[in-house]
């Protein structure tokens, strides 16, 4: 039960992934009061398949979720070795499987709704949940006195208002909070002299197209039975690569349907404007016809495509900061990056971790606010905008968009190539499964209790 006397009040504004699972987090701290707002009328989550690695498997087992999500799963996970995907150049006539990546446990896939599901239906009473709360804008209220700092006021599209002391920004790539904090920073430094700095700030108000659009659908296995029975996707997840293309497909929903996801990308427009709908229902004709000369099991893949939705790939240019003062963003609103790591929801689950335990800490008071999202920020920012640029590069790689894979054929010479690609997208991916965020909750808590323990909190890790 939660505290009558709050030692401070968290808002959260989004109810996706990432904003849930920071309620749940928070919600171990019966002293701090949280409150959900969603702009929709009720919580829906777009998309079709989610993907799960060890890393942030172990945070959803210390939230008591991993019961309930294991069922929800494909397969219940285990730390066993399975395979997580299977690479296949598929972009000619016989298709060729050059490697699997094998890791502990290997993907643990859902279906979105089902993954959602499971999250509100654990979410704890004294989180208070509000919809059809479109954040416009923040301000800063007067101070009650001059040793508590002011109330944060959220004004809301449908002319409402509410009053908080921390604002958390979980509201996607188009995200409110993010708007309002960067250009309250610009502001800043523009009034002390820094140009430069203010336009750094301006810079990541705007999401930016990468050039790439995804086309995604899903259908059902038995469909995919129909047209070949024995079709590797009814029994793992595979990545199709192809020239400035891809196709990811895996089974969700218990196996019982199929999550799709094609890729066709423009290298050469990335950082453009985009035009049109970000995300709109397209016909499967053109899809369909741009894989014609695909291998026969991406023909048959291709023929349970009945509907389609083109998503515009959109990515946020790195922060500077992913806070100011008593605001801060997680997620997509901090770092909406491409899904070439299936990394995006696991990342945003990791920022609503950190963000728990830097306000949870026994050392977070209503006038240390600031400083304990100064400690998030200067641990989740660099890790995560890391795991974006290895997503970038994995997507690069997939789509052989990468100095030297042009002009394959069938030699062997090829197969070295496809050796080698393989290499980097799995050197890439080993966060996931070789390290846990233990060791950032560690030099969190040092930064936190003032230890020299805490200091490297920017260091890179080697490539």
Same mark, same amino acid.
């Given at each position: ?55 942030t498997w ?30 296949r ?33 654990h ?33 809301f ?13 979980a509201d ?5 909070v ?6 309250? *920073?610009?502001g800043? #430094? ?5 140009? @430069?700095? $203010?336009?750094?700030?301006? +810079?990541?108000? !705007? %999401? ?14 038995d ?106 963003v *997680?997620?997509?609103? #901090? ?5 070439? @790591?299936? $990394?995006?929801?696991?990342? +945003?689950?990791? !920022? %609503? ?29 660099p ?81």
């Amino acid at each position: 039960m939660s505290s009558p006397n709050p030692k401070f009040r968290v808002a959260i504004c989004g109810g996706g992934v990432g904003g849930l699972i920071a309620a749940h987090a928070l919600a171990r701290f019966p002293n701090i009061q949280v409150d959900v707002y969603e702009a929709a009328r009720e919580l829906t989550e777009v998309g079709a398949g989610i993907g799960m690695w060890p890393r942030t498997w172990r945070i959803l087992q210390t939230l008591g979720l991993d019961h309930d999500l294991g069922e929800a799963a494909v397969i219940r996970p285990t730390n066993l070795p399975r395979v997580a995907f299977t690479f296949r150049k598929g972009d000619q006539p016989l298709g060729l499987s050059f490697n699997q990546l094998i890791t502990p446990g290997g993907l643990i896939s859902f279906h979105r709704p089902d993954f959602q599901k499971v999250i509100v239906n654990h979410l704890p009473p004294t989180c208070r949940l509000h919809t059809s709360k479109r954040l416009v804008s923040y301000l800063y209220g007067p101070a009650a006195s001059s040793v508590q700092p002011p109330p944060i006021y959220l004004h809301f599209r449908d002319g409402t208002t509410a009053v908080c002391d921390v604002l958390i920004g979980a509201d996607g790539i188009k995200s409110s909070v993010r708007t309002s904090m960067l250009r309250e *920073l610009a502001g800043k #430094a523009q009034a002390a002299g820094r140009p @430069q700095e $203010a336009q750094q700030h301006l +810079a990541g108000i !705007d %999401a930016r197209w990468s050039g790439a659009s995804m086309f995604r659908t899903t259908f059902s296995a038995d469909a995919l039975r129909q047209q070949l029975p024995g079709h590797r996707v009814l029994r793992e997840p595979v990545v199709y690569l192809g020239k400035d293309t891809q196709l990811t497909v895996y089974p969700i929903a218990r196996g019982t349907r199929i999550n799709f996801a094609a890729t066709i990308a423009s290298f050469g427009m990335e950082n453009s404007a985009f035009e049109g709908p970000w995300v709109e229902d397209v016909p499967p004709f053109d899809l369909i016809t741009h894989f014609s000369r695909w291998e026969p099991e991406v023909q048959s893949l291709m023929q349970c495509v009945s509907n389609l939705s083109r998503w515009s790939m959109h990515t946020v240019h790195p922060l500077q900061t992913f806070v100011s003062g008593r605001v801060a963003v *997680l997620g997509d609103a #901090a770092h909406c990056m491409l899904p070439y @790591q299936g $990394a995006g929801a696991c990342q +945003a689950i990791e !920022d %609503a971790c950190m963000l728990a335990e830097v306000l949870g800490h026994p050392n977070t008071t209503l006038t240390t606010l600031s400083h304990a999202l100064t400690v998030y920020d200067a641990i989740r920012r660099p890790f995560a905008q890391r795991i974006a640029e290895k997503s970038r590069e994995n997507g690069m790689l997939f789509m052989f968009n990468y100095p030297g894979l042009d002009n394959f054929s069938s030699h062997n010479e090829d197969v070295r190539r496809l050796s080698e690609v393989y290499y980097r997208i799995r050197k890439n991916w080993e966060w996931a499964w070789e390290t846990t965020i233990d060791e950032d909750v560690v030099r969190a808590r040092a930064l936190l209790e003032g230890s020299e323990n805490g200091r490297g909190s920017e260091e890179e890790e080697s490539s």
